[in-house]
RNA sequence: GCCGACGUAGCUCAACGGCAGAGCACCUGUUUUGUAAACAGGCGGUUACCGGUUCAAAUCCGGUCGUCGGCUCCA
């Protein structure tokens, strides 16, 4: 536990970000551009395509996209041509004319285009408007801005097919992307970071270092980790489980199997039954694969006699899980069907809750220090009443459930984004959503109350009174699930792990097969303290053992040559800062086990210049 | 699951109805190498799988499997 990083690394953690509001947000002048970029869009389709149909077209994040039905699929071949027609549109410079409208006006205006009808249906008690340019005219609350010329550069990205409202009941419709920017300079910056992110995607980087496969054998979804991808997984699984152990939590096993009956008492099978593999039938009962592990931890709670004293009684778990997901969710290592999770479930009384709430909090915060995720956020995501049969419960224990966690944010000073609708069916959750060194969000760690499960499977301890009580259950993940967070910490490093996490951490490179057998004993030494050491003992030129070695992204090179066997040091080159210099065998181990134990985020060797 | 695109050697890609190719990797030699790619030779594919059209299919058509981009940031 002396290894331990000091909780002080964590001030530097803890949310700083001011966003509480969910008030409706005014549309940024980009965004206005955007969406008359969507405009544009449409009306060069409509060029090309006059019978199309056309559904929305708003700004998003990064751009913009249109919704079309269209009499035939469209190819990426089609962009350049819609892309030229908008360019023709921008150069014209018309501009936006922006008319209020009578309901009826709008369906006689839009009487060919079924979707616009059922806009107009649903908007009708509000103030009807549409913009024109050009001869496009189009159903739209606006803003735009003043006319066509105003659109800074644009790119057609992408098309892919979209259900019209997002619904799968609803027709698909074709999609275009695109993306539009004040200047050229941004949109070239743009485009350069999309091709950066492509450089870092986990799936490319995982093969390249050697981490995971798939296979069509095993089966779509299921990850297969290779030894270095598993010394990775087994660093960040010990991390966690050293760290959770610090904070007072206990570790169990409940396999992978459970009987059907337990998921029917939980009240998941309803719920859950869609992304569950199918039944199992065994001799003495039907099985199901977990895809969670609530209920087998609240069973091994009942299985104990538990007093008051007992509590809080802190499960935790590397269980791996598995779901059914639908094939065209399944996404690298970001979405799995065998997913492994560091689940806990921590059963306290009411008053706990808040102090509880806050170990977790502050564990959560050291996790994400020593990760490198200092820009993250909570998302409070609350039930909607409006879909209230989602749920369990009634709506008392949900507004009380809301209300303690509300509280124990606001008590540690957490701000946070309420969002309706995005609750677990047993209770509300406190998400924390973390950026990347590319800005991406993920959600990662989570915090949930559940009165429901514990309820319906009957947990409880014996109170001061000596009465039976019902614990409440606090389910909790700070990574959330491994192979997510693995894709993360790929992508957020790009593959150029910190030297405790590196799969290799030290690369042996003899200049001349000379040199080999004293490589070979320095390995060895480094092996047996625990540092991850490979010897490269080919008989090839040194320059190319660096550049293999460099394009494996391990920290630090070790070169030995005559110099280094007679002095018995080593010439380091570190990935990211060159050759330092030689150091003393001794001197470079006691360093760089410093750096692994205190999981340092960056080089700690002393910089060549002070050598 | 749905829409679209794509599956050619371990990897990256070419050939787009007429003999399946290159670079890297791998193997074998030669070279014994000082901070991001030595040189030469060799091995390697039933073009994802199954079926169809054709004198002829990697190429065209159908199916299966897989991968990729998406599937409300609401007019």
Redesign the pocket.
Known sequence: MESRPSIERTSRAMVEVDNTDIVEKQMSPLERMRHSAAHVMAEAVLEEFPDAKLG???P??SGFYYDFELPR?L??EDLPEIEERMRRSIEQDKPFEKRPVTKAEALELFKGQPYKLE?IEQ?AN????VFQHGDFI????GPHVSSTGDIGPIKLL?N????W????KNP?L??IYGTAWDTREELEEYLHNLELARERDH?KLG?ELELFV?S?DV???IPLFLPKGEALRYQMESYVRETQTYYGYRHVWTGHLVKEELFRKSGHLPLYEEVQFPPLIGEDATYRLKPMNCPSHMTLFNTQYHSYRDLPVRYAEFATLYRNE???????LSRVRAVTQDDCHIFCTEDQIQSEFSRAIELISEVMATYGFTEYYVQLSLHDPETAEKYGGDEGVWSRAEQMLRDALDALGVTYVPVLGEAAFYGPKADFMAKDALGREWQLSTIQIDFIQPARLGCEYIGEDGAPHMPVVIHRAVTGATERFMAMLIEHFGGAFPTWLAPTQVALLP????HVPYAETVRERFTRSGIRAELDDR??????K??EA??QKVPY?L?T????VEADTV?V?SRSG??IGSLPVSEFESLILKEIRTRALTSTLPDPETL
């Open positions: 929305i077209g708003p998003i994040e699929p190819t990426p806009l908007f509000g103030d009807l408007s189009d159903l739209c609350r992408s892919a097919g979209a259900y409202r997002g619904s799968e698909m074709q999609r799936r093969r798939f069509p089966g779509s979804g639908k094939s065209g969710e399944l996404h690298g200049i001349a097969e000379r008989s090839e030129r040194l320059n190319l660096i550049r460099q394009l090179m070169i040559g005559d110099k280094e010439s080159r060159g050759d």
